[in-house]
């Protein structure tokens, strides 16, 4: 492995993570698809800043695309403070018309600059490595690396030093503005440091990966836990094995890098789609398989229990009349006499009748009166 390999698999690896912390807080408070705006709208900022400083390594890009990405959520809520049009449909309004403003400006003024859609959108982390940073003549390392460590320090320090705050606005920004301090302020700040962070990562990895890094890690993450710390640790954790998987990936197979780290990405969240613990679809499906089954044995210990001492309790308790009565399949009323016996709700007797036990009938009763 040369030392290139290594410096891609560290931006890879610090991009992600960098990218992976605020995703949590847009994945909690359902703006996912605003990640995909900002992404976007940032690059009239980078153009802008730099028409004004005809540098495109200067740090006043960031701040301007950072000032963009704000922009972005403020028309996106002004919009949709009107009410007539939802979130959703308010973001699909402001992203196109901003972004389609940076590509018009950037096809016609900066044509010749190494300042591209491709570029941006796209990325390319294996030319990452090539953009050094020199100090006194020393070099020391990709240059985006020292930008993506300072945009990861930045998220970190952010979310450790608000995150009460964060997390009460997520999840009750009404008690939140009750106790005090503005729920709106710290959510405009927040999308500023989204801003910063989408812009910081546009070089080595392009938009649509920073889009990837930001939601698919965090969404799998959400699938797997129900406490925040341990989200945002597993986001974190998912984003960082994607970059370093999706690397080698690319160089097995000779692709994209970016390409791959999504791929391992959407791999990632799709194997704990169906294999969540409690929320994986498998999960789910064997839990409602499982509730048909009990909500079909207690059904059949109330039927038994209403026609206890009548004069059709006979005809009614018997196994072969059943399908009829409870319109089962003859196939699934023996599955689930079966399942009753075994569970001590009913028992049956040689000719085929069915009696409740005592835990079956305190079970029936408990059900009718709840």
């Given at each position: ?85 939802k ?26 600059v ?16 090539f ?10 390392g990709?240059?985006?690396?020292y ?52 812009v ?7 938009s ?28 974190a ?47 789910q ?14 059904m ?14 006979e ?56």
């Amino acid at each position: 492995m040369t030392r290139i390999d290594v410096e891609i698999q560290l931006i890879a690896l610090v991009a992600a993570v960098a990218c992976a912390l605020p995703g949590v807080y847009l994945v909690l408070r359902r703006l996912a698809l605003m990640s995909d705006a900002i992404s976007h709208t940032v690059l009239l900022g980078i153009v802008l800043a730099f028409f004004v400083t005809g540098d495109i390594s200067s740090p006043l890009l960031i701040v301007a695309a950072a000032a963009t990405g704000i922009l972005t959520v403020a028309l996106v809520e002004s919009v949709h403070g009107t009410r007539l049009v939802k979130q959703d449909a308010a973001i699909g309004l402001v992203f196109p018309a901003l972004f389609s403003i940076a590509v018009i400006l950037i096809s016609r003024y900066a044509g010749a600059v190494h300042l591209d859609t491709d570029a941006v959108l796209l990325g390319e982390l294996a030319f990452a490595p090539f953009t050094r940073l020199e100090i006194a003549g020393r070099d020391m390392g990709p240059r985006t690396l020292y930008v993506m460590g300072s945009v990861l320090l930045l998220n970190v320090a952010f979310i450790v030093t608000f995150y009460k705050e964060l997390k009460l606005s997520t999840f009750d920004a009404a008690l939140a503005a009750s106790l005090g301090f503005s729920p709106v302020l710290l959510h405009y700040v927040f999308m500023g440091l989204v801003s910063v962070t989408a812009v910081g990562a546009f070089d080595a990895v392009g938009s649509i990966l920073v889009v990837a890094l930001m939601i698919v890690p965090p969404a799998g993450a959400y699938l797997l836990t129900d406490r925040l710390r341990w989200m945002i640790a597993l986001s974190a954790l998912l984003g960082a094995t994607a970059a370093i998987a999706g690397y080698w990936m690319a160089w097995l197979a000779d692709a994209s890098i970016a390409g791959s780290i999504a791929a391992i990405a959407g791999a990632q969240f799709l194997l704990i789609f169906l294999l969540a613990p409690k929320r994986g679809v498998i999960a789910q499906t064997l839990r409602r398989a499982r509730q048909r089954v009990e909500f079909a044995q207690l059904m059949l210990a109330i039927h038994l229990l209403n026609h206890e001492g009548t004069p059709e309790a006979e005809r009614e308790s018997r196994e072969s009349e059943l399908h009829d009565h409870l319109r089962w399949s003859p196939e699934f009323v023996q599955r689930i006499v079966r399942l009753a016996e075994r569970g001590g709700i009913i028992t049956r007797d040689g000719s085929g009748r069915l009696f409740l036990t005592p835990a079956g009938r305190a079970a029936a009763r408990g059900a009718i009166s709840a």
